[in-house]
């Protein structure tokens, strides 16, 4: 059964079990709900285990980890200074491509700006140095972001832009899901207003908004703290369930 068939099943499912809403948004013991509840009920229907349901694994978190532990193994800290060293930018960047291309995390105009954008030595050597920096470089994470921000920017562009939020944090999240988060601008700014969380969204990636995605995160995960969410993979794939039309 693939995931759109499973995922009726699922709704229909609870939609025959669930008990009758009560009116006003309320619950059984007659309190209204809070977004943040609402919220997590909205996850629950989906994947009524919570972080550990099976379907919430197949669908949400394993290929973002599996994703993360083809990093440990091509790009981990050593391999990555190695190249550094023997100025095989190519490489790296061919590696990093190669990791991403096997998730749905980048939309495929932003992947084919992104494999264009580093097929030349130059470019090659901008992401891989930049990479690097972000990841494993000296200064605070604010300075290491931003840095990365312009690095992005500077990328050889044929067509489509390469400076989106997906491409600017994809890499991070991959190599680092314990610290750095993924961020979809529309499906984060939905899930931010369902959660009645700020979120300091601009278009342009940049430290503030990306601070503050952290801030979303971190009240996320305070909030769901008894459904033990591991790490920021969790706590994106929760903000996606809120602002996704596939749930």
Known sequence: MDRAASLICTRELNLATAKPAKA???????????????????????????FQDETYLDWERNYKWEAHERWNEALNPTAFRSLLKAENFLEIAARAVRIESRTNLLFSFEKMALRDAVKSLDGARSFATGLYALLHGAGGDQEKFERWCDVVAELPRKQTRVLTW??????????????????????TRLAA??????????????????????QFAERVRHDLKDMRPRDMIDLQSFIWVQGSDEY
């Not at 944090?169 to 499906?187: N, Q, R, S």
């Not at 300091?200 to 503050?212: G, I, V």
């Open 193 to 214: 207003r369902a959660y009645g969380a700020d979120f300091e969204y601009q278009s342009r990636p940049n430290w503030s908004s990306y601070f503050s995605l952290l």
């Open 166 to 187: 997906p491409v600017v944090t994809v890499f991070g999240f991959m190599a680092f899901p314990e610290k750095h988060i993924y961020l979809k601008p529309t499906v």
């Open 24 to 50: 006003g948004g309320k619950s059984s013991a007659g309190r209204s709900l809070s977004d943040a509840e609402r919220c997590r009920r909205k996850f629950l229907r989906s994947f009524p285990g919570g």
